[in-house]
Each structure stands twice: as structure tokens, then as C-alpha cells.
């Protein structure tokens, strides 16, 4: 069989380029195409402008912090076009890069639509068809909401970073990444947040004792947090403003609606069914360990086989698909102790199984401490920081550590090394503390709060 190339990559985010750049530093024939912008959810519409808006959001409170540490300063008001344009010249700035980086390894990109035919061929927008030894779908995921809220113009994490303006208030529905990181980011910006989560307590799937802490600190912070609450009717307003009705029957007016109700796996429309790859009910593409489909000449990485839907994962996978194939080096990807972080305020981060997971596993003992942090505190500050860590109570290894604080997510990288080396209490009792710093607590956690 004659092949065009030896790689064709459908998608140009994380996952794709990485595995696209890789294989082709093999000697792999590599195509890409893209049907919007490279760099994908992550670079475009996804982590990094999330993380610029949350610079942007911190400035408030740190001016008033710098105000009673004596500076004059202020934070009068904040000029979204003036951000959003320095915020899109970045991200097309980065886009250039990932595509750059991608033709520098020789990979060609086709800036179109790409959708299976069968296990070796892929139809292009422009009606060319291309045969490739090998086919990686890359397509990611996309913002779901509920049927019947969709065409009355509420946003998605999508839409928000092209907004016109900022909304003067504010309902956003969910509670888990999107949905609180949001709250906090638009809360910082000076809008009035309500947030409606259908469950108990938002961030489903944090140890316990994180999501009670991170829902605390965005309620004193003045986020209109409403848990067990969830929409039940909206309605367009003639002014273009919305009404809600909860299951309460509370009904609200709002500028605008968020909805951050999860999202998923991008497979529409793409052929998988056609050239034979098995989904799964979600709609996520199958895949086993080396990210290989039903098809063997079919693979994928990304939230489009619904794993661990992060960006570094994604780009770990896509590595490892270009190692076991390209490389001669199987390589099966490890999703376990796979660190996260929530970019709320303070930020949350977690490795680890939770408290609530350890113990369905066998007898836990947990260390855990709440303090509110020097720097805030000197001005006095009520905001207070948890540290927490789940150890096996027999071995006491720590399988778990969960932080919420300010820089949660750089000091929970450093802790996953750690647990993933296998360290016990001991060894972190052993590390002698850096002082003053917030994250010494994690090594001075002398007294079990509780043990099995
Ligand atoms: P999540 O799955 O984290 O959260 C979805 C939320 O929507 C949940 O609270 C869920 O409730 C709620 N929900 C789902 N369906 C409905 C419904 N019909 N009505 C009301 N509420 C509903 O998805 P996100 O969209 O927040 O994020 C998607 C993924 O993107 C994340 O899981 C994460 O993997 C990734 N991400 C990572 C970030 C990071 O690393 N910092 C940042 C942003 C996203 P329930 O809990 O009851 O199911």
C-alpha cells in the first residue's frame, strides 16, 4: 500500500503537536491538520488565558494588601478591551509558535478540516484525500450544556475570552474547574458572581476536606455560592439580559450565564464510525494503554479518549504514542498520581487519592492543618490556608496531599515527586523546613488529626 505519510494527526493542540513533532524527530512522514487555530483548548482558549484572566483578577486584593502595608495604591477599574487585546496579540503570538515549532520539525499542517474515510485514509475540507500508515486523533473536547439551555446566548468557557465586556453580574451553573476558577476570576474582576451547583459541595472528586475549604474562601470572599441549587428555567430578556428560575424557585436576573457544565470529547462528525473505531457511550474514543483504538492503525490522546482530561496528559500520551510507534519504545502511559491544581483564589492542588478514596482502600491516618498565612494575616487578613496529607496507616506511606493556599499549584508539583517516589510521613518529617514559608507546614505536621 502507498502512503502519503507515515503520521496523519488530526488536531493541533497539545496531545497532536507534541506527538506530530516527536514521531517526525524519528524520521516519520508527518501531516497535521487543523481546523481552527494551532495550539488547541490549552493555548487558545483553554489553560493559558484562563491563567492570564487570573493575574488579571489578583490585582484587587493585592493592592488593598499593598494599601495596608502601607503603599498608595489602587485598583479603580479594569479595562477589559484594554487586557482582552493584549490577551489576543498573546495568544496569537503562542499560536505562532506551535506552528513554528511544528514545521520546524517538518511536520506539514493543513489549516483545514480532516474526518476519517477508513482506517488509512483522511478527507480534507477541500475534498483531497490522504493515506496514512499511521492516524492520530487529537480533537479534544468540547463545552457541553443541557439541550434546553443552549441558543439563548449563554457563553462557555469558549466564548468568554472574546467577550465585548465584561457583564456587570454574572450566573454561572457547575462546580467543577471551569465553574469555580471562573467564579473567582470574574469575582477579582469586579463582577457579581452567583454560582449554582446542583450537588452538595462543589469540585466533585477533591478529597472532602479541599472542596469544604475552597467553598469557604469563595463564599467569604463575597462569591453568591449556592450549592444544592440548580437552574431550572432561563429566559432571554427583550434587554438581552437573562432571568433565572432555580430549583429553589428563586428567580434572578443576570447580564449573563456561564455555563461550565463539563465538556465532551470532540468525535462528531469525524468518521470514526465509518472506519470502524469503537467509542464508548460518552462519545470518548477507546484506546488501551499505548493510546491504540479498535483499529490498529487508528490511535488517540487527549480529552477526546476522556483519560485524565488535562493538558500535560494529553502531551505525556502523545509522546508516548510516538515513542511506541515511531520510536520502537513501548511506551504505556502511567495516569496514575497525575497532579492537578484549581486556579481558584487561593488555588488548590492535589495528588494523590483523597481521604475519602485512601479509606476505601484500608486504614488511613491523616495529618491536616488550617492557618491563616503571614502575609495576610499581618494586615489582618482572615483568609486561612489548609494543608493535608492522607497516609497509609500501616505502612505510612502519604498517598495523598492536598493544599489549598496561595501557589498551591507549584508547591503540589514538588509534593508529586515526591509521593510518586514512594515517600512515607517519615520522609517528609526528615525534610527540614524552609522558614518562613507556608509550605514548611507540610513537614512539620506532627499530630494526626485522625487514624484508622
Ligand atoms: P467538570 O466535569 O469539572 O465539571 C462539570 C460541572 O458541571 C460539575 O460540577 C457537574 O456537576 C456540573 N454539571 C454537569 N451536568 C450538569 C447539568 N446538566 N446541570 C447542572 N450541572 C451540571 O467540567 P468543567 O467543564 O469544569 O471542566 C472540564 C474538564 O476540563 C475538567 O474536568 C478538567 O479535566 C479540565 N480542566 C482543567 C483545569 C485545570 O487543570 N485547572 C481547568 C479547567 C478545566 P456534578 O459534579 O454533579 O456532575
Known amino acids: 500500500m502507498v502512503f502519503d505519510y507515515d503520521l496523519f494527526v488530526i488536531g493541533g493542540g497539545s496531545g497532536g503537536v507534541r506527538a506530530a513533532r516527536i514521531a517526525a524527530g524519528y524520521g516519520a512522514s508527518v501531516a497535521l491538520a487543523e481546523e481552527y487555530r494551532m495550539g488547541g483548548t490549552c493555548v487558545i482558549r483553554g489553560c493559558v488565558p484562563k491563567k492570564l484572566m487570573v493575574y488579571a483578577s489578583s490585582y484587587p486584593d493585592a493592592m488593598a494588601e499593598a494599601r495596608a502595608y502601607g503603599w498608595q495604591a489602587s485598583c479603580e477599574s479594569f479595562d477589559w478591551p484594554r487586557f482582552r487585546t493584549t490577551l489576543h496579540a498573546e495568544l496569537d503570538r503562542l499560536e505562532g509558535v506551535y506552528t513554528r515549532n511544528a514545521e520546524a520539525a517538518g511536520v506539514t499542517l493543513y489549516h483545514q478540516r480532516a474526518q476519517l474515510i477508513d482506517p488509512h485514509t483522511v478527507l480534507l475540507a477541500d475534498g483531497s484525500r490522504l493515506r496514512a500508515r499511521h492516524i492520530l486523533v487529537a480533537t479534544g473536547g468540547t463545552p457541553w450544556l443541557p439541550e434546553k439551555f443552549r441558543n439563548l446566548g449563554a457563553m462557555t468557557s469558549n466564548e468568554i475570552f472574546l467577550a465585548e465586556k465584561l457583564p456587570r453580574s454574572i450566573l454561572i451553573i457547575g462546580g467543577g474547574f471551569i465553574a469555580c476558577e471562573f467564579a473567582c476570576i470574574l469575582h477579582g474582576l469586579g463582577v457579581e458572581v452567583v454560582q ?97 483504538t479498535s483499529v490498529p492503525s487508528i490511535f488517540a490522546v487527549g480529552d477526546v479518549t476522556d483519560r485524565i482530561n488535562l493538558t500535560p496528559v494529553a502531551i505525556r500520551e502523545g509522546h508516548a504514542f510516538a515513542d511506541t510507534v515511531f520510536g520502537a519504545k513501548r511506551t504505556p502511559v502511567d495516569h496514575s498520581l497525575v497532579a492537578s491544581a484549581v486556579f481558584t483564589r487561593p488555588e488548590a492542588g492535589a495528588v494523590g487519592l483523597s481521604e475519602e478514596e485512601a479509606r476505601q482502600r484500608g486504614p488511613v491516618t491523616i495529618y491536616m492543618t488550617t492557618f491563616r498565612p503571614m502575609q495576610s494575616a499581618f494586615v489582618g487578613g482572615q483568609g486561612r490556608v489548609m494543608m493535608k496529607l492522607v497516609c497509609d496507616r500501616d505502612s505510612k506511606r502519604v498517598l495523598g496531599c492536598h493544599i489549598v493556599a496561595p501557589a498551591a499549584a507549584e508547591m503540589i508539583q ?36 485522625c487514624s484508622d
Open 196 to 292: 449554582y451547583y446542583r450537588g452538595a459541595q462543589i469540585l466533585r472528586g477533591f478529597d472532602d476536606d479541599l472542596r469544604a475549604h475552597v467553598a469557604a474562601e469563595m463564599a467569604a470572599q463575597g462569591i453568591g455560592l449556592q450549592v444544592d441549587t440548580d437552574l431550572v428555567d432561563l429566559i432571554r430578556l427583550d434587554d438581552g439580559r437573562f432571568a433565572a428560575t432555580d430549583t429553589r424557585g428563586a428567580r434572578r436576573e443576570f447580564d449573563h450565564v456561564l455555563f461550565a457544565t463539563g465538556r465532551v470529547p470532540n468525535t462528531f462528525g469525524l468518521g470514526l464510525e465509518a472506519a470502524g473505531v469503537k467509542l464508548a457511550a460518552s462519545g470518548a474514543i477507546e484506546v488501551d494503554a499505548y493510546s491504540q
Open 414 to 449: 514538588l509534593a508529586a515527586v515526591a509521593i510518586g517516589m514512594g515517600a512515607t510521613k517519615a520522609d517528609f518529617d526528615r525534610t527540614v523546613a524552609v522558614h518562613p514559608t507556608m509550605s514548611e507546614e507540610i513537614v512539620l505536621l506532627r499530630t494526626p488529626v
